[in-house]
């Protein structure tokens, strides 16, 4: 499984994004997709995911301003993020699972700044 972040970038606090996640190889085969970020001196966190059936799940601290959504047509999954704050700005990793393995994409930058 091979997967490909876009999206990310330079947003004014209180702003929205959407960050897209492309994937190819042996995606029949992914049974959760999720959306991590890693802030500058923290630790990697998921914030979104969504089993290969569409039920969506939330942390707690992105929750009421993040929708992760699937494209199953185009092998995409999307996070909207509203309403940003500057402790946003992280990296955003993009996630597949499959059988219990984890694939990883290489990140996009979102950087929430005025």
């Known amino acids: 499984v091979q997967l490909q972040a876009s999206g990310g970038g330079l947003v004014q606090p209180g702003g929205s994004l959407r960050l897209s996640c492309a994937a190819s190889?042996?995606?029949?085969?992914?049974?959760?997709m999720g959306w991590y970020r890693q802030a500058p001196g923290k630790q990697r966190e998921l914030i979104a995911g969504?089993?290969?059936?569409?039920?969506?799940h939330y942390a707690d601290s992105v929750k009421g301003r993040c929708t992760i959504s699937k494209d199953s047509a185009k092998n995409t999954v999307r996070l909207e993020m509203t309403s940003l704050e500057q402790e946003n700005t992280a990296i955003y990793y993009c996630?597949?699972?499959?059988?219990?393995?984890?694939?990883w994409g290489r990140g996009t930058l979102v950087t929430v700044s005025s």
């Open positions: 190889g042996s995606i029949s085969s992914i049974n959760y």
């Open positions: 969504i089993t290969s059936s569409g039920s969506p």
């Open positions: 996630n597949a699972v499959v059988l219990s393995k984890n694939y």
